[in-house]
């Protein structure tokens, strides 16, 4: 490659700044793409259904680390990160596309492993394998999973339609996979010190579950249909409350008011947090891979869905001008970074 | 990894091997999934139109060689023959869906041009980017793209339709982007042992530029519907003559007789291949990449097609207890062997 000409490092744009920059000035040319670029999943119209895709590439030393990610495990999550963006479409996954490259560490047997997570995460959400490529790599593990699924028109959520005083929700709860992750880092480092430790696990059930084995709220998705709920804006949570409540912020035009206290935590979350000297809330604004759904709701509509153990208001939606706050239990008001997670090292669109 | 459980080299089985070995019992859940696991691309009817669907994994120093790949043509490439597997179904790409994966070592210069490349090819065959994600990875460059296109139902052609006596069709001319690929692994290796001395190109334009842009056959297919002829199968030249029409035979329950005279080469191709003393013969049947489109058409159909040049009749179908047979100019015939080009190390499905 060329070694005299401009050079800008990819880390000044981040990478949110990186995909702008490369398509901004898109411009479709099918009345079929009604959605494209700039949301969790692409929205396709082929007739009288919309047709959902959206894609992700995951690699081996930056998304995942086989010190202590079971193949089956990562198969799994491959597949339940794609379809959590279809589902933050309010669509429903139908089908996969996986490629797989690989390099000559893998033997078959951790190849079927690989693949029985993926079979597994398909059973569970009722998605079809519609189609499979493998390939070499020349260095680990790099595996791209296209989710397709379909969506009724007028029923379909993007980012951009949250509305002052819409209710901020988020489902189940947060910081948990940040927490997880913050586990398994210490056993590895403990490890690499001495192989003859243990790694010590137990009673980090839950939080480590949630960074390898995440689910998709497809519950919720269902439960807000059988609601009559459309959402006026969603997005999911895989790079942080405060990045994904950003996007939705700048995409509907407008500014919100968070309150910290309302944020679900797990009691497993929380009690991790303490011993590793972290505060919760930080988890869940900035550690991202909850996938959680984050979405707004007309005033009227929330009341249809306030009694739902799973789904917490958290904050509503105000004006522009206001900004992105988060109020502290003391009633003191935190300016929400625009940047969120905004590392090249992390997942997310 | 485990270290004391059963290992099976993934060479043992070969790519083909180990796709058919991690799909062959999947069963689809939705009607909607027309075609899956199998043929080029996947066919998902949400309506009164089809959804074709098919996503490609690029690994650097697998796919690509970036020492001779500039990535204007890389982009271009990785899109091309993506839309040739669309093509492949009879069906009209629309919008692609693209992740990138990049090591620090890249510039935004060269995700720039990188990208430049794939708008370019979006451009000369009129699909939208619908979708696109880039993220790190510890070592080089690694690129999927999904392409989703439409097809009309009793359109869509497989790799299973083929009948006897149908006539076997190939677009365009074969073997010279492998013959490309010998003449840039030729110029690497010596500037490799002298940089000082200048590469050698002139003269090889088009084998090389079949190697590092590819078309995909748009042309064939438009052509085809004008004529009014659906072909019986139809596959993509991305592994070779030989592994395609295998698996055009194998998927019909078929034999065929290819007629080597027949086969058609440009002469740069045939010169180069001369210089090289490799048979064109070879490059056609096992070099691949070359992205022409091989089919099948009843003999009626064929009649409507015959004066067309950038179609030539390479053979017929016959019964399966024939095999596959290609018949040399001097009236020999030459088993072809059913694996094609069966290595993990060339891309195909």
Redesign the interface.
């Known amino acids: 490659?060329n070694k005299k000409?401009?050079?800008?490092?990819?880390?000044?744009?981040g990478?949110f700044g990186?995909?702008d920059?490369?398509?901004k000035d898109?411009k479709?040319?099918?009345k079929?793409?009604v959605?494209?670029?700039g949301d969790d999943?692409?929205i396709?119209d082929?007739?009288?259904?919309?047709?959902v895709?959206?894609?992700?590439?995951l690699?081996?030393?930056?998304?995942f680390d086989?010190m202590y990610t079971p193949?089956k495990h990562l198969g799994y999550k491959a597949v339940t990160v794609n379809l959590s963006d279809v589902y933050a479409m309010n669509g429903y996954p139908?089908?996969i596309?996986?490629?797989?490259?690989?390099s000559?560490k893998?033997?078959?047997?951790?190849?079927?492993e690989l693949?029985r997570g993926i079979r597994l995460a398909c059973e569970r959400y009722?998605?079809?394998?519609?189609?499979?490529?493998?390939?070499?790599?020349?260095?680990?593990l790099?595996i791209?999973i296209?989710a397709?699924g379909?969506a009724s028109e007028g029923s379909t959520v993007f980012r951009s339609g949250a509305v002052k005083n819409d209710i901020i929700c988020v489902s189940g709860d947060l910081g948990a996979s940040y927490m997880g992750l913050q586990v398994l880092e210490r056993e590895k480092k403990i490890f690499m010190e001495d192989p003859e430790i243990k790694p010590l696990l137990e009673g980090y059930d839950y939080v480590i579950e949630r960074q390898l084995k995440p689910e998709a709220r497809r519950d919720v998705i269902e439960f807000l249909s059988e609601r009559e709920v459309v959402p006026t804006s969603m997005i999911d949570i895989s790079d942080g409350l405060s990045s994904e409540i950003n996007h939705i912020c700048t995409n509907s035009g407008k500014g919100c008011r968070l309150f910290a206290e309302h944020i679900p935590f797990d009691n497993e979350t929380v009690k991790v947090a303490g011993e590793m000297n972290i505060e919760p809330l930080m988890a869940a604004l900035n550690g991202g891979e909850d996938y959680e759904l984050l979405f707004t709701v007309r005033p009227d509509d929330y009341k249809k869905i306030s009694d739902v153990a799973v789904i917490k208001a958290i904050g509503h939606i105000t004006t522009p001008e206001e900004g992105l706050n988060l109020v502290s239990p003391d009633g003191s008001v935190i300016k929400l970074s625009s940047g969120g997670w905004n590392s090249?090292?992390k997942?997310g669109?």
């Open positions: 490659m000409e401009k050079r800008t490092e990819l880390s000044e744009l990478e990186l995909i920059h490369l398509t898109l479709n040319r099918h079929e793409t959605k494209g670029v999943a692409a396709l082929y007739g009288n259904k919309l047709v895709a959206t894609s992700d590439l690699m081996e030393g930056i998304h086989l193949l139908r089908q596309i996986i490629s797989i490259a690989l000559a893998f033997s078959l047997e951790q190849v079927e693949y009722n998605v079809d394998i519609a189609g499979g490529d493998t390939t070499s790599s020349m260095t680990g790099a791209n296209t397709l379909e090249m090292g997942k669109k």
